[in-house]
Each structure stands twice: as C-alpha cells, then as structure tokens.
C-alpha cells in the first residue's frame, strides 16, 4: 500500500479543528477542577450528575482532537476502520445539529437566546462557536482522508452492481427504519413550530433525509456518486443515535440538566431515535462491508487524472478495514 502524505488543506483543516477544541477542553478541566467561572451557581458543577456529565464530554472531545491528529498522520492511515468512523459518526452527528443551530440563533436573537439559566451567555458563545469551527475542520480532514484510504466511494457510481448476500437485510431494515425515522423526524417538526426551536427542526429534518437517503443506498436507485447519499444518511443516522444517547444518559444520571429536560413522551421519542439511528448504522456497516471489495472505477477524464491517466495514479487500499 503505498502511503499518502496529507496535503496542505486537510492539513490546515485538522489544525482549525484542534484549535477549536481547545477552549472546550480547558473549560471542562476548570469547571472539573472546582471552578466556577461562567456559572451563576457554583454549586450547580459540583452536583455529581455534572461532574460525571462534564467528564464525559471532555473524553468526547478529546477523542475528536485525535481523530483530527489521525486524518494528518500516517499511524491514522493504519488504525482499524471502525475506531475512525464509529466516534466520527456519532461525533458528526451531534456537531450537525450545532453547526447549523447555532448560526441560526445566534444571527436572529443574539446572546439572549442563552440568558436566564445558570450558566453565563458568553460561555455558549465560545461553546457552540468552537463546535461550529470544530465540525467544518474535522468533516473537511476526515473528507481528504477517507479519498486517500476508500477512494471506491468517492469514485463509484450508486447504481454500481456488487455482491450483496444479505440485501434483503439491508432492504428491511432501512425500510423499518424510514418509518420509524418519518413518525420521530414529524414530532420534532411539530415541536419546531410550536417552540420555534432550530434544533428540532434541523433534527427532525435531517432524521428524515437520512432514512431516505439509506433507502436508496441498499436499493441503488438514483443517479451520480455513492458518496452523496451515503453522506446524508450518514448525517441523519448519526444524529438520531448520537443526540438519542446523550438524551439516555443526561436523564439516567439525573442532576439539574435531567431537571430541566422535558421528559415523559419526549424521553420515547428519543429513545425511539436511538434505536432507529442505531439500526440505520448497523445496515449501512453491513452495506459497506459488502462494498468493499468494488474497485475504483473512476472515469478515464476525471479531473484528477493527469496527462497519464491511469499511469499516473497510485494504488491505494480499497478496503473497509
């Protein structure tokens, strides 16, 4: 296998996304360490729901500042596929919703969205604008890394024929989990409108898409690249599993931010959207452990070619490893 050297942009796009993790991982280490800076209440970090809860998302954050080393280095080329894209996908998935929510808020209310809770506007300025910047960093380094280790995916058409022995599978699961995903992506639309809430809208939307989008996956239905759809159902599959698992584990820990949750019927709809983007990762595992052995059949006049063409490209490692 011959190795590839990152380049200058996923270069630059790896170090904007640890840059962007810092000011996240110092607060978490200060308010770990006794601090109150940014909270009204000191008490309020030193309940043990927030100290595990603050723990918690400092590992996941750190996690991201390796993952972004990894798409720069040559040992990230050399690690097992799924310690890279499983904490990518659950990762992606909860930055999604952040990346466009936050903007939003921000540009139509300002600050005051982020008032009158124990916790100081500035702190989720630095907060959502660090995950903001963190999510097109690591999205644009994990992009030119996956070209580099899976060119297939990025080379091949969706309509692209190979052997799937558990289709029928893949076809089930995906079309149970559309369903699902079109009753939970309809409630958080719903909860939308009523709360004029960004986040569920963004949600429930992308809930859908994702589904859809895994729907035409397995059945190969559609023209252009296979990389699109399997981008939005990636989006949509991690969003469901990742803010559904957060949404578990902020209310089996209890504390102030179980308190503050809405509870009752909206702790099944996340439960619901756990299970559904915990399926829709499964199938889309499945699919890609069968795809893995497409070649690259990428287009004699691709814009990447040469004057060489085929002579001028180097091999590279196809498989899902």
């Known amino acids: ?4 050297r990152a380049g200058p942009g996923r270069v630059t796009a790896a170090s904007v996304a640890i840059a962007a993790t810092l000011p996240y991982l ?33 590992g996941m954050d750190a996690v991201a500042l390796v993952l972004a080393l990894a798409f720069t280095m040559r040992w990230g080329r050399r690690l097992p ?33 982020f008032g009158g809770g124990p916790i100081a506007p500035w702190v989720y300025a630095l907060v959502y604008g660090g995950f903001t910047v963190q999510a097109i960093g690591l999205v644009t380094a994990f992009a030119g890394y996956s070209r580099d280790r899976w060119p297939a995916v990025f080379t091949t058409e969706l309509r692209h024929p190979f052997a799937a022995p558990s289709r029928p599978f893949q076809l089930l699961a995906a079309r ?10 309809g409630i958080w639309l719903a909860q939308a409108v009523a709360r004029v809430s960004v ?43 990742g803010w559904g698992l957060f949404a578990v584990v902020v209310r089996s820990v209890g504390g102030p931010l179980a308190d503050a949750a809405p509870g ?10 756990l299970l559904t983007g915990l399926v ?31 002579r001028d490209r180097q091999t590279a490692d196809h498989g899902h490893r």
Do not use: Y
């Open 280 to 310: 829709m990762g499964m199938c889309g595992a499945v699919l890609l452990t069968e795809r893995s052995g497409v070649g690259d059949v990428q287009p004699a006049e691709h814009p990447l070619e040469g004057v060489d063409r085929e």
């Open 81 to 113: 596929a799924w310690l890279v894209l499983l904490p990518l996908w659950v990762g992606t998935g909860l930055l999604a919703v952040v990346a466009v929510a936050a903007p939003v808020v921000t540009v139509a209310t300002g600050l005051r969205a």
């Open 264 to 273: 009752g019927p909206a702790d099944l709809v996340e439960v619901f959207g």
């Open 1 to 4: 296998m011959t190795e590839h």
């Open 26 to 58: 110092t607060l978490k280490i200060l308010w770990m360490g006794g601090s109150s800076i940014g909270v009204a209440d000191a008490a309020f970090m030193r309940d043990p729901a927030m100290v595990a809860l603050n723990a918690m998302t400092f």
């Open 176 to 185: 149970g989990s559309l369903l699902v995903a079109v009753v939970t992506g």
């Open 199 to 241: 986040p569920d809208a963004f949600r429930g939307l992308l809930a859908i898409a994702g589904a859809v989008a895994l729907v035409a996956l397995v059945r190969r239905r559609g023209d252009g690249p296979f990389w699109r759809p399997l981008a939005v159902a990636w989006l949509g599959s991690g969003s469901l599993f």
